[in-house]
């Protein structure tokens, strides 16, 4: 009886670690798509908004909603509350896993300091904390959650963003890049490069399409390529002449995402954050929201392999524009500007 029970045993023990190797290596080899919809505020019809989750919802395939909480520059008060029609239909779909709500910029209006276009490049460290707090505080209010996420408005900032964002405790930091950059680390906070989708003319929405179909499977296929892509597009691109939902590009999407699905693709939001319990039931398979163990390190741990990332992106990234400028050559603009 007791060597039945050791052999039992051992059996189970064999199976269990066969069971955790093959796991380990599925998520070593993971690649994620990440869809990032910029520019979606107060105070616009909310209909192509709607036909573009709708895909994200039919496909259970996440996005994250990049927002500008203050696109009325003049105007006071939290505007995110003040468009009933907007605060009703971001409430009803806000506990949905699949949806991340973003922070992109405060009023998403270029001050053309010193990079243009950009809100945030060129001002003071105490100036850009101010506005990203603000911006940061009435989506807590409109939402009842903590953006994770910061887009700076025209994929551009410089080091103060980069600064104060970290220190608002933003988790991730999405910017552009032509193709798929390595992601680095500022203050513990993940910046990712990303491609960008569509145009306003339909032949180059369909361009830009077959584009980022090229660009994400080289990343699907490269073994060297990191762990996550992003796809950012523009809700108003799918949008005709007439300014009505176009459902030709809607269908574009769906297209392009049933693509990425028989590549194998997994998908997650921009935070990667887990899904709440209650709501894991409308998650489908193709969609694995998880935490990256090296989403939250700490510079005085792994400084050098953070800097050395860091480094590496501003390298490709700052090549096509991203706006991470050296402090010292921003310095000595400003410095010009000023005499
Ligand atoms: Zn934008």
Redesign the pocket.
């Known amino acids: 009886m007791k060597f039945k029970a050791i052999l039992v045993f051992l059996s189970v023990s064999v199976l269990l670690c066969s069971t955790c190797v093959v796991s380990a290596q599925q998520t070593q080899g993971s690649k994620y798509i990440a869809f990032r919809d910029?520019?979606v505020k107060p105070f616009t019809p909310l209909d192509t908004l709607k036909a573009v989750n709708q895909v994200h919802i039919d496909e259970g395939v996440p996005v994250t909603l990049?927002i500008i909480p203050h696109p009325r520059e003049a105007q006071e008060g939290n505007q995110l509350l003040q468009d009933a029609q907007f605060l009703t239909y971001m409430r009803s779909i806000a506990p949905n896993p699949l949806f991340e709500f973003a922070q992109?910029g405060y009023t998403?209006k270029s001050d053309s300091l010193s990079i243009a276009p950009s809100e945030f490049a060129g001002r003071s460290y105490k100036d850009q904390y101010n506005r990203i707090s603000k911006g940061r505080a009435d989506l807590i209010e409109a939402f009842g959650m903590v953006p994770k996420t910061f887009i700076p408005?025209?994929d551009k900032g410089d080091n103060n963003t980069l600064l104060a964002t970290s220190a608002l405790g933003f988790t991730e930091y999405s910017t552009f890049s032509a193709s798929y950059a390595p992601h680095g680390y500022v203050n513990g906070m993940r910046i990712d490069g990303g491609i960008e989708m569509g145009a306003v003319n339909e032949t180059d929405f369909s361009k830009s399409v077959q584009r980022a179909e090229n660009i994400t499977q080289q990343f699907l296929n490269d073994p060297q390529s990191d762990d996550m892509l992003i796809v950012t597009y523009?809700v108003w691109a799918f949008q005709d002449s007439r300014g009505a939902v176009d459902y030709h590009r809607i269908q574009e999407l769906t297209d392009f995402i049933n693509l990425l699905k028989a590549q194998g693709a997994l998908f997650t939001r921009l935070d990667r954050e887990v899904a709440p319990a209650s709501n894991a039931s409308s998650l489908t398979n193709n969609l694995l929201v998880f935490t990256f163990q090296s989403a939250s390190p700490s510079l005085s741990a792994t400084g050098k392999e953070n800097n050395l990332s860091t480094f590496l992106l501003i390298g490709s990234v700052g090549v096509v524009l991203s706006g991470i400028y050296l402090s010292a050559r921003r310095r000595g603009r400003i410095d010009r500007r000023t005499k």
């Open positions: 910029d520019d990049g992109h998403h408005p025209f523009h």
